[in-house]
């Protein structure tokens, strides 16, 4: 069982490591550069083009890696394997605690009408800086998971 949720792990993290990094570096800045007329709309498309794909893979990688954890025999996969759940466990905190209210809050605005005091409440930064944080943790965990199989062979 270890030999199928190892490669698994790899599999879904790199997937959400890879759309992090895509939003890290592609859309965050794309985003920031946008007038806020703009802005609302497109964040709107991109969010539900990554909602549900992005959760499902980090849950699908963080299940893997709890079932190493739990089935390899104390060792250094076993190890591996619960670092890379609590760093995917960090990532869904950030996602949930940080990104996803952002997310709903600019679900909720008119890009006609956005708030008057737009340059007060813009959270373009702050949704930047978090998604690099979850976008680090992410790679941490895929960097482990691929480390962990070269302990399987």
Same mark, same amino acid.
């Given at each position: 069982?270890?030999?199928?949720?190892?490669?698994?792990?790899?599999?879904?993290?790199?997937?959400?490591?890879?759309?992090?990094?895509?939003?890290?570096?592609?859309?965050?800045?794309?985003?920031?550069?946008?007038?806020?007329?703009?802005?609302?709309?497109?964040?709107?498309?991109?969010?539900?083009?990554?909602?549900?794909?992005?959760?499902?893979?980090?849950?699908?990688?963080?299940?893997? %890696?709890?079932? +190493?954890?739990?089935?390899?025999?104390?060792? *250094?996969?076993? /190890?591996? =394997?619960?670092? @890379?759940? !609590?760093?995917?466990?960090?990532?869904?905190?950030?996602?949930?605690?940080?990104?996803?209210?952002?997310?709903?809050?600019?679900?909720?605005?008119?890009?006609?009408?956005?708030?008057?005091?737009?340059?007060?409440? %813009?959270?373009? +930064?702050?949704?930047?800086?978090?998604?690099? *944080?979850?976008? /680090?943790? =992410?790679?941490? @965990?895929? !960097?482990?998971?691929?480390?962990?199989?070269?302990?399987?062979?």
């Amino acid at each position: 069982m270890i030999t199928f949720f190892v490669p698994l792990a790899v599999l879904a993290g790199g997937l959400a490591a890879g759309g992090l990094m895509i939003s890290a570096l592609g859309g965050a800045p794309m985003l920031l550069a946008l007038p806020v007329d703009s802005y609302l709309p497109v964040h709107k498309l991109l969010v539900g083009r990554f909602d549900p794909f992005m959760p499902i893979c980090i849950v699908t990688a963080l299940l893997s %890696d709890v079932a +190493v954890a739990v089935l390899a025999p104390t060792g *250094v996969t076993h /190890t591996l =394997a619960a670092a @890379a759940a !609590v760093l995917y466990l960090c990532v869904m905190s950030v996602s949930l605690t940080k990104n996803v209210p952002i997310n709903r809050w600019i679900a909720t605005l008119d890009p006609a009408n956005p708030p008057a005091d737009w340059q007060r409440v %813009d959270p373009r +930064v702050k949704w930047r800086n978090w998604n690099l *944080v979850r976008t /680090t943790f =992410a790679v941490l @965990a895929l !960097v482990v998971n691929v480390a962990a199989v070269g302990f399987l062979v």
